[in-house]
């Protein structure tokens, strides 16, 4: 049995500084191809056996209508030696989900939301069978661009079960705060999350000493300071060292103005893959009687 990769893209509170009313995610990366088209193709590349999107009610129907339900794992698509190349094709589910009510205003900052998407694809799996459970998470972030293609020759490193994955960039990760896919075993998962909790400031302030119970409350700008944690913060006890990593020839950081005119005149425009990688695929409806 192959082992079961999940892909996470983060959605649900993106920042940027375009100040349109139009999703960013929805920016070209090139001709025809969306920066959550990317997100979707990248995952798809790294060999992920499902992507799970996680994304608010306000925003889901959106990227639903954009990327659809299910996309082609590109290596297997098109085999120029197979004698009916569509009977090998492989299928990659996409779900949806929303960060849960409880940590909204919270915990939900940009890096929580992908520790949710993770918490989404474990729970789930555990609830179907143990056979399905991801043993690992790939995280892409819609608003990175580099050479996704060519994470093809590193699926193997991306699918270790012993160590984890790092794209960098002039020796920096998304440990430096910088938008790059990695990749995350569930236990670290649970680190990152109890180191959150832990960090995180709550409504109110630590019990004066002599008393068990607090009861004097933070100022309101002081309250849930996780909601405000950058991804160095989040990820503060994901351990890079002996990890695999990979060093990108270029990337930028398109979630801020300045980035994305960089990218769309750098020249080092992604590639939009073959329009069936990348259309929406949706399943069939089931057949309704009339009554």
């Not at 995180?200 to 309250?223: A, D, H, I, M, V």
């Not at 060292?241 to 769309?264: L, R």
Request: charged residues 25%; proline residues 7%.
């Amino acid at each position: 049995m192959s082992m079961h990769l999940a892909g996470i893209i983060p959605v649900a509170n993106l920042k940027t500084d375009f100040d349109i009313d139009t999703p960013a995610i929805l920016l070209p990366v090139n001709a025809g191809f969306t920066a959550i088209q990317k997100s979707v193709f990248e995952c798809a590349m790294a060999g992920c056996e499902t992507i799970w999107i996680v994304a608010n009610d306000d925003l889901a129907p959106i990227v639903r209508k954009v990327v659809g339900e299910w996309t082609y794992d590109p290596l297997y698509y098109s085999r120029r030696f197979e004698r009916f190349p569509s009977q090998v094709r492989k299928e990659v589910p996409i779900y949806y989900v929303p960060v849960h009510p409880k940590d909204r205003d919270r915990r939900d900052s940009y890096g929580w939301s992908a520790l949710y998407g993770i918490f989404c694809a474990w729970w789930v799996g555990v609830k179907i069978s143990k056979w399905v459970v991801p043993q690992k998470y790939f995280i892409s972030f819609p608003m990175s661009t580099y050479d996704i293609y060519s994470l093809r020759q590193h699926r193997q490193a991306i699918s270790d079960v012993d160590k984890n994955f790092f794209v960098s960039d002039m020796g920096k990760t998304v440990k430096d705060n910088i938008p790059l896919p990695f990749t995350m075993f569930g236990e670290d998962y649970i680190q990152c999350r109890r180191w959150v909790n832990k960090q995180t400031t709550k409504q109110y302030c630590s019990p004066p000493p002599g008393e068990k119970y607090p009861s004097k409350k933070l100022p309101f700008e002081e309250r849930w300071s996780a909601r405000n944690f950058n991804f160095s913060e989040v990820f503060e006890k994901l351990e890079i060292k002996g990890a695999h990593t990979f060093e990108t020839e270029w990337f930028y950081d398109i979630s801020t103005w300045g980035g994305y005119v960089d990218y769309i005149s750098s020249g080092n425009l992604i590639k939009k893959p073959y329009e069936p990688l990348t259309k929406a695929h949706k399943h069939s409806k089931l057949v309704e009687q009339e009554e």
